[in-house]
């Protein structure tokens, strides 16, 4: 493979809204430069980087994929992300490990949530980023329309440097604003012919130049006090101005043009060269000397200490286990064992291979700059740091939000539990963005994601690359249950049927406990009327019977049990007898100290645009939630409130009907509480209903 300088480099991430054309530009740009001889499309299923089965079958991009190009000696490594926001995991992955950003934006829509949501990780990590508009071919589309949401969207200017010539049926190029020149491209997206710009543009040209010259002028004194003046900025000045302030993201380039008719293209590429950072003008990343070391600032050196983060973890087929990963400083050898910081062990060595779509291609090493892939290493996975053991460099992990959306998921078969379990944990360690725990209450497996959708693509890997079936369920609440008076009794379990007998008698008194302060066990037994070696088995019994509780089946807490009298036999006591006596006893006294329900309240902080706050408050309060405090801040309202667990189960579908995909929020358990005597009944009448039906 062809090695290329580092200021020839460019790792630059696409990202959208679904729909916007995003994949179909990747597409575009490879056929534009030759590395595919066909013009692929994601709704026929050919496109480039959308090869995975269901992406073929759903028709939009599920997994980062790397696409990569060679225009004018420079090598750009292209990352298409997914557009869908069930899929953040690899939006954010990938925004990390790339040195810039290309926000592709529809023409007709405009911006959309999507947008919004990946123009702030951006802004989160700092990224400098192009806009192209695309769909410059579709009916109503807008340029201008476009441009003014992008410029409300930013604390960063967001200037053209183009306009497109004509629109909708009647698009055929753009006019740069810079050289004040037009551009007409072929069918295969290289510029065929430049001139003077078309005539009854002259208004449209003025008005666009003028904010680029305005923002551009801010960025350089010596410009903004000659711009100021009057005079006229030369061609020269004005590109290298844009060029170093797009860079260190101080402007945002806006670009037009259609991926479809391959127009705008080739101006695209040199704007990724020209105004897009190497990782050398990207400059240092924030590292650590060892895991929980001390912060310290790693340079893009080839010959500095190694330093690699994987960004995505896959499996092939065919070449089973794949980790993606980046090279920050250093210098990755195939034949040397790479050193996991992150869980401080080394791998084995493992085959390096340079990516491009699906194809793949064994290398001797990786350096800065560079995205590859290791094949089937041990047991490193996404997030971890791959350094030398000498180095010990360590990065921390992408942040990613907290799964909220929670699904029960059961196999249809009993005898697929065991592939089940296996095939969700190596489909979690994939996918750090996604959680799976075993209620120990409910007995349920539950998958915590972010979206409907992503769970769905998860059932479907289940059936078809592990052979497991199953079914999603809303998860059961985990509910507890405790005592609110006192209560006195007693309990003899006496059983003859021939040869020994059992004979216990055990005595107990019950009293609740503060919230939280848990189970307590009190031996006030006197004169030996239970014997010493029986105690422990009286208390088996009442922790046995704590487990299996008094109303519904769900365990009790907060309660103090004191047992202070009992019976027993000379030859018919045994430790099984005062258990079984302890537990009913327990539980005979237990419905006589006025038994409760108690149900999980979480705290909750709901992040919405402001317009939408009154509709957010209104719902929760109709899911029996409690309003604690709100803030406002720069048009977004977070809302901070405790709700029900059983209310808010899936309040993720909620939540994007109220704020139209607007909103986030963040769920954490926070107390117990009792459930509402209606409430109650109903739960108890549905437990009684499941028993009978099993």
């Known amino acids: 493979m062809k090695e290329y300088p580092l200021e020839k480099k460019r790792i630059v991430a696409?990202?959208?809204?679904?729909?916007?054309?995003?994949?179909?530009?990747?597409?575009?740009?490879?056929?534009s430069n030759g590395v595919v001889e066909r013009l692929g499309s994601v709704d026929s299923g050919s496109a480039f980087t959308d090869f995975a089965d269901e992406e073929r079958e759903r028709h939009y991009t599920i997994h980062d994929a790397i696409a990569e190009v060679a225009p004018k000696d420079h090598r750009i490594q292209i990352l298409d992300l997914p557009g869908y926001g069930d899929f953040v995991g690899d939006v954010r992955s990938?925004?990390?490990?790339?040195?810039?950003?290309?926000?592709?934006?529809?023409?007709?829509?405009?911006?959309?949530?999507?947008?919004?949501?990946?123009?702030?990780?951006?802004?989160?990590?700092?990224?400098?980023?192009?806009?192209?508009?695309?769909?410059?071919?579709?009916?109503?589309?807008?340029f201008m329309k476009a441009l003014t949401q992008l410029r409300k969207l930013s604390e960063t200017p967001v200037v053209p440097i183009q306009v497109p010539i004509g629109s909708q049926a009647n698009l055929q190029g753009v006019v740069d604003l810079v050289r004040l020149q037009a551009f007409y491209f072929d069918e295969k997206g290289k510029v065929t012919r430049q001139g003077e710009p078309p005539a009854d543009m002259a208004d449209m040209i003025e008005e666009a130049r003028t904010m680029l010259l305005d923002s551009v002028a801010e960025t350089d004194d010596e410009l903004c006090m000659r711009y100021l003046e009057g005079e006229t900025l030369k061609e020269n000045e004005i590109a290298s101005?844009?060029?170093?302030?797009?860079?260190?993201?101080?402007?945002?380039?806006?670009?037009?043009?259609?991926?479809?008719?391959?127009?705008?293209?080739?101006?695209?590429?040199d704007a990724i060269i020209n105004l897009l950072p190497s990782p050398q003008e990207r400059g240092e990343i924030a590292a650590?000397?060892?895991?929980?070391?001390?912060?310290?600032?790693?340079?893009?050196?080839?010959?500095?200490?190694?330093?690699?983060?994987?960004?995505?973890?896959?499996?092939?087929?065919?070449?089973?286990?794949?980790?993606?990963?980046?090279?920050?400083?250093?210098?990755?050898h195939a034949d040397q064992p790479p050193y996991n910081s992150t869980k401080e062990r080394?791998?084995?060595?493992?085959?390096?291979?340079?990516?491009?779509?699906?194809?793949?291609?064994?290398?001797?090493?990786?350096?800065?700059?560079?995205?590859?892939?290791?094949?089937?290493l041990d047991f490193s996975s996404t997030g971890d740091t791959l350094t030398s053991e000498?180095?010990?460099?360590?990065?921390?992990?992408?942040?990613?939000?907290?799964?909220?959306?929670?699904?029960?998921?059961?196999?249809?078969t009993k005898s697929d539990e065991e592939k089940l379990s296996t095939a969700l944990g190596r489909i979690v360690e994939e996918d750090p963005s996604m959680r799976m725990f075993r209620d120990p209450v409910t007995h349920e497996t539950v998958?915590?994601?972010?979206?409907?959708?992503?769970?769905?693509?998860?059932?479907?890997?289940?059936k078809k690359q592990f052979n497991v079936q199953v079914e999603l369920k809303v998860p059961k609440v985990a509910y507890k249950e405790t005592i609110t008076g006192a209560g006195e009794g007693s309990h003899r379990h006496k059983k003859q049927s021939g040869g020994r007998g059992q004979f216990a008698e055990v005595h107990l008194r019950l009293r609740p406990r503060g919230r939280g302060e848990g189970y307590n066990f009190v031996n006030s037994v006197v004169g030996g009327t239970i014997p010493t070696k029986f105690i422990p088995a009286v208390e088996k019994g009442i922790k046995e019977a704590l487990l299996a509780g008094i109303l519904t089946g769900c365990p009790v807490e907060d309660v103090e049990v004191d047992v202070f009298f009992g019976k027993d036999h000379p030859v018919d006591s045994s430790e099984m007898a005062f258990k079984i006596a302890a537990g009913m006893a327990f539980r005979e006294v237990a419905l006589k100290s006025n038994p409760i329900l108690l149900e999980p309240i979480v705290r909750m902080e709901i992040t919405v645009p402001e317009e939408h706050m009154g509709d957010v408050i209104g719902d929760m309060n109709s899911k029996r939630g409690r309003i604690l405090g709100m803030d406002t801040v720069k048009g977004r309202s977070t809302i901070r409130a405790t709700a029900p667990l059983s209310e808010v189960l899936r309040y993720s579908i909620d939540l994007k009907s109220i704020a139209r995909g607007r909103g986030s929020y963040t769920m954490e358990l926070d107390t117990y509480e009792p459930v509402p005597y209606e409430k109650t009944q109903q739960i108890i009448a549905d437990v009684k209903a499941a028993k009978e039906a099993e």
């Open 14 to 31: 696409m990202t959208a809204h679904n729909g916007a054309g995003k994949t179909s530009l990747v597409e575009a740009i490879l056929f």
């Open 94 to 142: 990938g925004l990390r490990v790339a040195d810039g950003a290309i926000v592709v934006v529809c023409a007709v829509s405009g911006v959309e949530v999507e947008t919004e949501k990946c123009w702030a990780y951006a802004d989160e990590f700092k990224l400098p980023r192009l806009v192209f508009v695309n769909k410059m071919d579709r009916e109503q589309a807008d």
């Open 241 to 269: 101005a844009l060029g170093a302030a797009a860079k260190r993201g101080a402007i945002v380039p806006v670009l037009c043009g259609s991926a479809v008719k391959l127009v705008g293209i080739g101006t695209l590429v």
């Open 288 to 332: 650590r000397k060892g895991k929980g070391g001390q912060e310290m600032m790693l340079a893009p050196d080839p010959n500095g200490p190694l330093a690699s983060l994987i960004f995505k973890t896959v499996t092939d087929p065919y070449a089973g286990r794949l980790s993606y990963l980046r090279v920050f400083s250093g210098t990755l």
């Open 346 to 376: 080394s791998e084995r060595v493992c085959n390096l291979a340079h990516v491009n779509g699906k194809t793949m291609t064994v290398i001797p090493r990786a350096t800065v700059g560079d995205i590859a892939a290791y094949t089937k």
């Open 390 to 412: 000498s180095d010990k460099i360590y990065l921390d992990p992408t942040p990613l939000p907290r799964p909220m959306n929670q699904t029960a998921i059961y196999c249809l």
């Open 447 to 462: 998958l915590h994601g972010t979206g409907e959708m992503q769970v769905d693509v998860v059932t479907s890997r289940l």
